[in-house]
C-alpha cells in the first residue's frame, strides 16, 4: 500500500516533476509543446530568483519514495490586490488518480497561500 505525503518541492525532485508534465503533455496529445530546457526550469525554480514553487505529492513504497503529483505555482502583484498566488499546474500521474491525491495537493496549496499571505487564483 501506497503512503502518500505533501510536502515542498526540493530541486532533487526536478527531474521527476518534469517527467509529470510530459506525461501531461502527452494527456493533452500535445508532446511536442513542452520545449523549457531542463537546466533553466531548475534555475527558474531553484537558483538565486525562482519564479516558480511546487508542493509535491510523495509516494513511499517498500522504501522508495516517487514524486506522483505536483502543484506548482507563482507569484505576481497586482496593484489592487496585492501579492496573488497563480496555480500554473496540478496534476497526478494517471496511475494514482482517484486517490485523492490532487485535493490534498489542493488543500495544502491553500494553507500555502494562506501562510504567504497572498491571495490566490
Known amino acids: 500500500m501506497d503512503t502518500i505525503s505533501i510536502r515542498k518541492a ?4 526536478c527531474e521527476q516533476i518534469m517527467q509529470l508534465v510530459h506525461e501531461l503533455a502527452l494527456y493533452e496529445k500535445l508532446p511536442n509543446e513542452v520545449t523549457v ?3 533553466h526550469f531548475v534555475e527558474s525554480g531553484f537558483g538565486t530568483k525562482p519564479v516558480w514553487w ?3 505529492a510523495v509516494s513511499s513504497e517498500e522504501g522508495k519514495d516517487r514524486v506522483v503529483g505536483i502543484a506548482l505555482y ?17 496534476l497526478v500521474t494517471e496511475k494514482m488518480r482517484g486517490k ?8 495544502t496549496l491553500i494553507e500555502e497561500a494562506k501562510e504567504k499571505k497572498t491571495g490566490w487564483h
Do not use: C, H, P
Open 54 to 56: 511546487a508542493l509535491v
Open 100 to 107: 485523492g491525491i490532487g485535493k490534498l495537493l489542493f488543500d
Open 74 to 90: 507563482y507569484i505576481r502583484f497586482s496593484t489592487w490586490k496585492g501579492q496573488r498566488m497563480y496555480l500554473e499546474d496540478l
Open 10 to 13: 526540493i530541486k532533487e525532485d
Open 37 to 39: 530546457d531542463f537546466n
